[in-house]
Each structure stands twice: as structure tokens, then as C-alpha cells.
């Protein structure tokens, strides 16, 4: 067994998450949708977990839409509030170093006759509140800005593009993937309308997300049928998934101020200025992620460096096509030099990760860089 260090990529199932979802494995098998005791049974096991969600997120349960993930909450977001408006020339307004699934909705909409503007960020990864401000139009719809990103670990500044969103009258959306189950993702504090969860990144399943919809806010359902999610989502609860999502939110509310994380990753940041001399930093300094690590060893290729480490699981911030190495494009956007992007490799801690498994790794650093 390797030593794993790709937890933004996924998470294993927390063992009190998955003896949850195993408890619900044969009962209750009832439709939660039928009035009959079967039903009633499944139906209160969905809103238990719906109420856990809400719970973390600091909502009240009836503005929470469970989904099959990230993607599709993000989806339904963007999709829904352009398909819900009256505006004859939608504009939205996302950042450049949101993940695909933000992105890609936004090209579609785009072919559509909605107006995207794609905010640029500074060399740390951080979008400037005054450039969304700038931004927006009286055609403006929607603001998409990430919490946390996936590849570098900055956080961005959501309240403050928050309090212009109210100013402005314009629903914001944060994709939380990353953030939910780390650090505070309370929807009030943050001053949101729409708030993506995703359960595999934080010791839930895959398969199963949340989309947060503040009350009074109309979208668009993504997925049209039944009256199911009250309305807002067609398709028969599923009810395993739900409950080991509600499970991973109760969970992660016992660790996001614990400071485990962060302490080993400013270890393993420390550790590597002593073994390199010209080890280079990826993401804003104190506004990351407490769990994430994006260096680069500038004049190396780091899918070299990851094939070198073959018994550790990371990610790095190049990708080789046909041969010919490219600059992640969040890198790109942080305008990070390809001499030192292409060096760049993510290590993403978790809750099982130790001392002894840092050490490790950086000995083996020290082999492959030799």
C-alpha cells in the first residue's frame, strides 16, 4: 500500500459513514415517495440526512436539494437561474480558474445568447472583488465564484462578492466542493444564494451531492418528472446516498476546527525548503486550503516527478498530450511562468495523513531529484 496524498481528487468513506449507510443497505427499502409505512420509513431517513446537511451548512433543511454530485449541482444552478430569467440578454459573471463543471455550462450557455464574463486573479489564485464589481451589467443574472480551488487551494473572498451581489439584486453561486467539510461553509456567513456540495470529497460517497438554494430563490430544475426534492428535482430519492452524505456532514462538523491538517502541511512545506533550494510555492500563502500543497520545482516536468514517486498517489498541475507537456489552465491564469508550472505538483492531506508518511515522501522527493 502507497502512501495517498490526492485527497482533493477524492476521499475514502469515513468508517462511521459507511456503517450508517450500512444500517439502510436492507431497511428502510420503501419508495420515500409512498404514503405506506415502507415509504414513511425511507422518506424520514432522506430528511434526517437532509436536516445534517443543512446543519453544516447552516441552512434550514428545506433549502436543501440532494443531487448525484458536484456537476449536477452546479448544473442546475447555472443552468436554472438562466432558463428561470426574463432578461433578454443574460450575462454571468465566473472567474477564470473555476473548475469544468462551472466552465462547461457556462460555454453552453454561452451558445445560447447568454454573455459570460470570465474574471481574471491575481498570481496567488485570488479573484478581486473590484473586478466583479466592474463586471457586472444590468443584464447580469448570476455570479459563479468557487470557494476554494481544487488545484492550488485558494480561497476566495465570497462574502465581499457577496455583498455585491446584494447591492446589485444578483443571485451568487459558490461551487464548495472543495471547501465543505474543511473549513466554515455557513451559507449566512458567506452571503449566498446557491452553494454546491460534494460527498466524495469530504468522506461521503460518490455519487451524491447537495445543492444549497436559498428560500425564495425560483430555478429552473435541471432534471424534469415527478415532484420529487419538492419540485426541484425529479427522480426517486436515493435514499443510501443520502443518508451517507447527511452522515459525512454530521461528521465533518467535529473536525473542520481541528488544526491536525494544517500543522502537517506547513510541516511538509518547511521540510521541502530544507531539502530544495528553489521549491516555489503555488497559491495564496495564508488563504488556502488547510490541507493543500501545490509546489513546483521549477526546470522539472511533474508528471516526471509523479512517475518517479510510483508509490504515491498526488496530482500535478501539467498534463502530457500526444507527447507534448501543458500548463494546467489554472496556472495559466495565475500566469504562473510554464518553467515553473510545469514542475508543479499537488499534495492534498487528509485526515489519516501522519508525520511519518510526510517524511517519507520527502526522502523519496530527494531520490527523484537528485
Not at 426541484?232 to 456532514?249: F, I, K, M, S, Y
Amino acid at each position: 500500500m502507497g502512501i495517498y496524498l490526492d485527497f482533493n481528487a477524492s476521499t475514502p468513506v469515513a468508517p462511521a459513514v459507511a456503517a450508517r449507510m450500512a444500517a439502510v443497505l436492507h431497511e428502510p427499502f420503501g419508495n420515500p415517495s409512498s404514503d405506506h409505512w415502507a415509504g414513511t420509513a425511507a422518506r424520514e431517513a432522506v430528511e434526517t440526512a437532509r436536516a445534517q446537511v443543512a446543519g453544516l451548512l447552516g441552512c434550514v433543511a428545506g433549502e436543501v436539494i440532494f443531487t448525484s454530485g458536484g456537476s449536477e449541482a452546479n448544473n442546475h444552478a447555472i443552468k436554472g437561474a438562466f432558463f428561470t430569467t426574463r432578461a433578454k440578454h443574460p450575462h454571468i459573471i465566473t472567474s477564470e480558474v473555476e473548475h469544468p463543471a462551472v466552465i462547461g455550462p457556462c460555454r453552453f450557455l454561452e451558445r445560447l445568447g447568454a454573455k459570460v464574463t470570465y474574471v481574471p486573479v491575481d498570481g496567488f489564485g485570488r479573484v478581486d472583488p473590484d473586478n466583479v464589481r466592474r463586471a457586472v451589467t444590468p443584464d447580469t443574472i448570476l455570479i459563479s465564484i468557487m470557494h476554494a480551488n481544487n488545484e492550488v487551494g485558494t480561497i476566495q473572498p465570497i462574502a465581499d462578492i457577496g455583498r455585491i451581489a446584494r447591492e446589485h439584486g444578483i443571485l451568487l453561486h459558490t461551487d464548495a466542493a472543495q471547501s465543505v467539510g474543511k473549513i466554515p461553509t455557513k451559507v449566512g456567513e458567506l452571503s449566498v444564494d446557491l452553494l454546491s456540495v460534494v460527498g466524495h470529497k469530504f468522506y461521503g460517497p460518490k455519487g451524491v451531492g447537495a445543492l444549497y438554494v436559498r428560500a425564495g430563490v425560483q430555478l429552473e430544475p435541471l432534471i424534469h418528472g415527478g415532484g420529487h426534492e419538492s419540485g426541484r428535482r425529479a427522480g426517486t430519492e436515493n435514499v443510501l446516498l443520502d443518508v451517507g452524505l447527511g452522515a459525512a456532514c454530521e461528521l465533518a462538523e467535529s473536525w473542520i476546527h481541528r488544526h491536525t491538517i494544517q500543522e502537517l502541511r506547513d510541516l511538509f512545506w518547511q521540510r521541502l525548503n530544507e531539502e530544495f533550494d528553489n521549491v516555489v510555492l503555488n497559491g495564496h500563502p495564508t488563504e488556502r486550503l488547510p490541507n493543500t500543497l501545490n509546489v513546483s520545482f521549477p526546470g522539472r516536468i511533474g508528471a516526471e516527478i509523479l512517475h518517479g514517486l510510483n508509490d504515491v498517489a498526488a496530482s500535478t498541475g501539467s498534463a502530457c498530450h500526444s507527447g507534448v507537456v501543458e500548463l494546467s489552465p489554472v496556472l495559466k491564469a495565475m500566469r504562473v511562468p510554464p518553467q515553473i508550472g510545469m514542475g508543479a505538483v499537488r499534495f492534498s492531506l487528509g485526515r489519516t495523513t501522519t508525520e511519518q508518511e510526510i517524511e517519507t515522501v520527502v526522502k523519496s522527493l530527494r531520490m527523484v531529484l537528485a
